[in-house]
Every structure is written in C-alpha cells, then in structure tokens.
C-alpha cells in the first residue's frame, strides 16, 4: 500500500499488534507506527486487529481484513467479533456461529445469540435458554438455564427458576443454585444475596 504520512486524520484508535484503525471523512482504515496506511480508507466501521484479523463494515455488512490489507472473510455478515481462540462469532440471516480464519464455518450458524471463546469455551443461547459449547461446537454443558455469565477461576454463575448458583466446566453442579442472586467469583470469593441477606462466600468451602 503507497505510504501515506503526516495526514491529520479525526480519530485515531488505540495500536493493537502493531496496527491502529484511524477515521478520517467519515471513513475507517489502518496505519501502522510509520504512519503508513496499510489497510484503505473506505469502511464505514472498522474493529481492532485480534489474533492476525480485524473486522471492518462496508455498505452494513461485516467482514475481515488482515494486516496486508486484504479482504480475507467476505463482508457479508450481519454482524462479528473479534477473533478469540481461533473462532470468530458470526450473525447471519439472523443467526449466530463459529468461524475460523480459513472462513470455514466451525460451529454452525444456528443459534440465537452466542459469546467469545473463553478459556475453551463459549456460551450459547437457543430457544430462550443458555448453556455452553467448546470449539468443536459441542453442547458440553446443557443449553437449559434461564442465563449464564462468564468463566472466571473455572466457575461461571448460572440462572435456573430465579435462583442462581454456580457450575463447572464439566457442567457440575458445584455451588447449589439456591441463592438470590450472585456475582462473578474474583479468584477465592464472591458476594451473594440470600433470603434478603448479602455476604460473602469462599470458593475453597466448596471445591477444596
């Protein structure tokens, strides 16, 4: 891409691996540390570069460029996220799934509303209810709980019936799911509410 430098453009975003999205006339592209333009700008939204890729919008439909310049995912998607463990989730005639860099569906466009693989995992909406599902796109845990958080320290809190608790990565049961409301775990504790009570719990109690 001819370099471009010293151009005083209207915002410019934060470097991510070594690349930063800049807006100028209404449109997004990238620049590297040289002020050179690296990826054109002609989109009309633009992502941060994850994992070799950024997402960008054109005409509002999403796609994925990378650190040439080139279009590598067709910008034909509804929506997407950043890349994350190798997958990207994608929204498509109104559904969500899995893709990887190849632009090879990995986990099939099928569900209501998906998150980000975190540590192996993300979670899945189907049907109004949530659960999880690893790389592969398998069901490791039941999509059967009213609504689900992230992991954190190996545990994710979970809603079933207006009572939340939490569970494992195998899908256990490891905190009963008897409280009034629970937060995120923040590495040995975390706080609940219980019959109009609030205190504090300790992971160790229950996985020691």
Do not use: C
Request: hydrophobic share 40%.
């Amino acid at each position: 891409m001819k370099s471009e430098t010293r151009i005083k453009y209207d915002y410019v975003g934060i470097f991510h691996e070594g690349l930063a999205w800049v807006y100028l006339n209404g449109k997004y592209g990238f620049i590297n540390r040289q002020h050179e333009v690296i990826v054109p700008i002609i989109y009309d939204g633009a992502g941060y570069f994850s994992e070799g890729l950024a997402w960008v919008r054109l005409n509002e439909k999403y796609g994925f460029v990378n650190k040439q310049g080139q279009v590598v995912i067709p910008i034909i998607y509804d929506y997407v996220g950043d890349f994350h463990e190798g997958l990207a989730w994608v929204k498509f005639k109104g559904k969500y799934g899995f893709i990887n860099p190849q632009h090879e569906v990995v986990i099939p466009i099928l569900y209501d509303l998906v998150g980000n693989f975190s540590e192996g995992l993300a979670w899945a909406k189907l049907k109004g209810k949530w659960g999880f599902i690893n790389i592969e796109g398998q069901g490791v845990i039941p999509i059967i709980y009213d609504f689900v958080g992230n992991f954190h320290w190996g545990l994710v809190r979970v809603e079933l019936k207006a009572k939340w608790g939490f569970i494992n990565k195998q899908g256990h049961v490891v905190i009963p799911i008897i409280y009034d409301f629970v937060d995120n775990f923040n590495k040995e504790s975390t706080w609940i509410k219980f019959k109009g009570i609030t205190g504090v719990i300790s992971k160790t109690r229950y996985t020691s």
